[in-house]
């Protein structure tokens, strides 16, 4: 017979990790003997044999009773589905360990890998890390918002950035937001973007200047990210409002004739027509 040490000795356990068996009763506990100690037999050393090697294979405690007593058949498809469970949280795990890695990675925490690679290009062009930032800070929302639209606005972010003119939009937006709101050279960037933003928009179409056809509510939280980031953007965008232009992310050509965006679709008189 033996003692509590000696059988989590012989099992590969601590005296505590048997105690903890007994209160879960998934060992049972003997009768003292007339000294008043516990004595086990070989069998209770296979039993908690069992036990913790069923623990030790990921298998909850509140199943190992039901594994203990099961026949062959329920014994594989109790495993089967133990081991089923074990992989969705392996696969859990992984994506946390990725998530986690993002941590440090900056722009890669919430966004995918494409639109990284569109920031950087913005850095590499030697934009100011502002511009950056307040691009970066409007796709968190809208790649969580849609995320199956990103390839499509991508695709059209990297046809826009291979036109030279795209590239001298943002190098003038560069330039205009390192003023402050009351820097009178503000108004002559806000003339030279109009300029730029009408030509794309009589060469090109109105949706090549914004096609990203989102809800009212949305477009609001991205400008306000937007003008956090970079307050000389409220100055800019009052200045584009008297030249024809009106919105941050959603940028829309002004009818002169009523105050307000023109339909998507409409055309716009030019005086020499």
Same mark, same amino acid.
């Given at each position: 017979?033996?003692?509590?040490?000696?059988?989590?000795?012989?099992?590969?356990?601590?005296?505590?990790?048997?105690?903890?068996?007994?209160?879960?009763?998934?060992?049972?506990?003997?009768?003292?003997?007339?000294?008043?100690?516990?004595?086990?037999?070989?069998?209770?050393?296979?039993?908690?044999?069992?036990?913790?090697?069923?623990?030790?294979?990921?298998?909850?405690?509140?199943?190992?009773?039901? $594994?203990? #007593?099961? *026949?062959?058949?329920?014994?594989? !498809?109790?495993? /089967? @589905?133990?081991?089923?469970?074990? =992989? +969705?949280?392996?696969?859990?795990?992984?994506?946390?360990?990725?998530?986690?890695?993002?941590?440090?990675?900056?722009?890669?925490?919430?966004?995918?890998?494409?639109?990284?690679?569109?920031?950087?290009?913005?850095?590499?062009?030697?934009?100011?890390?502002?511009?950056?930032?307040?691009?970066?800070?409007?796709?968190?929302?809208?790649?969580?918002?849609?995320?199956?639209?990103?390839?499509?606005?991508?695709?059209?972010?990297?046809?826009?950035?291979?036109?030279?003119?795209?590239?001298?939009?943002?190098?003038?937006?560069?330039?205009? $937001?390192? #003023?402050? *709101?009351?820097?009178?050279?503000? !108004?002559?960037? /806000? @003339?030279?973007?109009?300029?730029? =933003? +009408?030509?794309?928009?009589?060469?090109?179409?109105?949706?090549?200047?914004?096609?990203?056809?989102?809800?009212?509510?949305?477009?609001?939280?991205?400008?306000?990210?937007?003008?956090?980031?970079?307050?000389?953007?409220?100055?800019?965008?009052?200045?584009?409002?008297?030249?024809?232009?009106?919105?941050?992310?959603?940028?829309?050509?002004?009818?002169?004739?009523?105050?307000?965006?023109?339909?998507?679709?409409?055309?716009?008189?030019?005086?020499?027509?």
């Amino acid at each position: 017979m033996l003692t509590i040490g000696e059988l989590a000795s012989y099992a590969g356990v601590t005296v505590r990790a048997v105690r903890h068996y007994h209160a879960k009763g998934l060992l049972p506990e003997p009768e003292r003997d007339h000294s008043g100690y516990r004595r086990y037999d070989a069998g209770a050393v296979v039993e908690l044999i069992k036990i913790r090697t069923l623990a030790e294979a990921g298998v909850p405690l509140a199943r190992v009773r039901e $594994l203990l #007593h099961a *026949d062959a058949e329920e014994f594989a !498809t109790a495993v /089967a @589905d133990i081991d089923q469970r074990l =992989l +969705t949280e392996i696969q859990d795990r992984q994506r946390h360990r990725e998530q986690i890695a993002r941590l440090a990675a900056g722009d890669n925490l919430a966004l995918p890998q494409e639109v990284v690679d569109f920031l950087d290009h913005l850095r590499a062009l030697g934009l100011d890390e502002r511009i950056v930032e307040a691009e970066r800070d409007g796709w968190i929302p809208l790649a969580a918002h849609s995320p199956d639209r990103v390839p499509e606005w991508m695709a059209r972010k990297r046809q826009q950035i291979a036109d030279p003119r795209f590239i001298a939009f943002y190098r003038t937006l560069n330039q205009a $937001l390192a #003023h402050p *709101d009351d820097d009178p050279r503000l !108004t002559d960037l /806000a @003339d030279q973007l109009a300029t730029y =933003l +009408t030509q794309l928009a009589d060469d090109r179409g109105e949706t090549y200047v914004d096609d990203t056809d989102l809800e009212p509510p949305l477009v609001a939280l991205m400008d306000t990210l937007a003008f956090d980031t970079i307050p000389p953007a409220r100055r800019l965008i009052e200045l584009l409002k008297q030249r024809g232009w009106t919105g941050w992310t959603k940028l829309q050509r002004m009818d002169r004739k009523v105050g307000r965006p023109l339909p998507p679709t409409a055309e716009v008189d030019h005086p020499a027509d």
